[in-house]
């Protein structure tokens, strides 16, 4: 899934990583840059790494707060809504391809079961 999500994303110059955090953006509107890293399984240097990607991209702007000069808050460019609009569209089109000729019934089975998988994992991590 990743692998095909991955190719699908870079034929449009995006990739797996960059496009979690258009997506939360894209959902969620202008975020401080700390409230990302509490809402993604990314920890605050990879984000930062990740930001200044999308930065130099030019999908999103950061904006120190005025208030706090160590906070940044994150919103989207107009080319960031675009990309994470294609990233939604790929994401769509390779979950369609991967339950092509199940049932309504097996996919619902298939979501509930992967994510009470997930919920297990994150459950049993380490602190």
Known sequence: FNREVDARLRAHGLSLASIGPLLLLNWKGPMLQRDMVRA????????????????SLHLIERETLASDKRAASVRLTDAGRDAAAIGRTVLLDVN??????FSDAEAATLVALLTRLVANLESAAPK
């Not at 984000?47 to 930065?55: C, T």
Request: overall charge neutral; cysteine-free.
């Open 40 to 55: 993604s399984a990314v920890k605050q240097p990879a984000m930062v790494a990740l930001l200044d990607k999308l930065e």
């Open 96 to 101: 369609a391809a991967g339950v092509a000729g």
